[in-house]
DNA sequence: TATTGTTATACTCTATAACTATA
DNA sequence: TATAGTTATAGAGTATAACAATA
């Protein structure tokens, strides 16, 4: 039941891979706006993610991850390091690197980043019943497995910005 | 310790809407690849695509649904004019707008794009069958729906480039 | 006075490439 | 000599706002 356009063609714009594109940049616009709340960017959130994960790493290993460039990253990690998010420590083995962490502070925001996912996920499948959503999910992975994507922060997040209000600094 | 994941392996990131973004944002990457063999760039094919649904609209009407600003819509055009895919028409009725055209050179070109789209469904789903695959794009138009987006031009455009060459003009 | 198309300008964002300190 | 982190700079891409023609 092709419910939009009855121009002949075929019927609503595209199929699962238009969809998926065009509800891949929505969920991301509503996730970001949502961590917004949380004064977190995705990319931020990113980051919190991945040292909760592994704790330690070094900068440009972080970088990498989020595909920044190690220049960028310097005022990236700047910024949350200000607000008591994470932390850099020297790493003794190797005096040329950092190693970085979450403060405690960081790790209860990363908490309230999990309670904003689980409200996220419930309001993207909204229109699913339980087991929809299952089924959705399972074959979400099974597609993302064989397009080798990893599990951990996709690329997505380098280009979506939370419409942000113009705060500009001064001047 | 991350409440991450507790089945042992750092568990895949996220549910249903952490894969749609991850998927989505590599299927419009995967997408803008693949037209750039057509020389084109994704708001570039929705544009002759708006076009050929409904020709003879303003450059005001296009600018907002590809969702960028008139001035910026302006050198955008240009470029397609030059290349002779699309045509400015003077408007008789309303002397202050142009009506907007495909030409013929346009319309091939959106066969050739119509091509790029079935290979690049069939690419994405790769993974599932043909009834799994049916069953996706139900899902997914109905999530569409629900969160009220619309079956044309996807706003997700704006970001994606096609990671180009390099290929400066002259100068 | 409002609106379309246009141009000009200013600003944000980003990557590239030097620089330092360690290895 | 190579690498991590940093800084500086230049370039692309963008929106904002002024402008001319028409309504």
Redesign the interface.
């Known amino acids: 039941m092709s ?3 009855e ?1 002949g ?1 075929p019927g ?17 616009k509503l ?1 970001a706006e949502r961590i917004a709340g949380l004064d977190l960017t995705p990319a931020q959130a990113g980051l919190l ?1 991945l040292l ?2 592994t704790p330690g790493r070094s900068q440009r290993e972080l970088a990498d991850d989020l595909g920044m460039p190690p220049s960028r990253f310097v005022p990236f990690a700047d910024e949350l390091e200000e607000r008591g998010l994470i932390e850099r420590r020297k790493n003794p083995s190797d005096r040329r690197l950092y190693a970085l962490h979450l403060t405690e502070q960081g790790e209860s925001l ?2 309230e980043l ?1 309670k904003a ?1 689980a409200a ?2 419930q ?6 019943s339980p087991e ?2 299952q ?3 399972a ?9 080798g ?1 990893s ?6 997040y380098r ?2 910005r939370p419409d942000r209000p113009h705060v500009r600094s001064e001047q």
Do not use: K, T, W, Y
Not at 12 to 28: D, K, V, Y
Not at 123 to 128: N, R, T
């Open positions: 419910i939009n356009r121009d063609r609503r714009q595209g199929g699962a891979a238009f969809l998926l594109a065009q509800l891949g940049a929505h969920a991301a996730f993610r909760a994960r990363l908490a999990h996912g996220h996920e309001q993207v499948c909204q229109a699913l929809e959503h089924q959705l999910s074959l979400l992975r099974r597609m993302a497995e064989q397009h994507l599990p951990g922060v996709h690329p997505g280009s979506i």
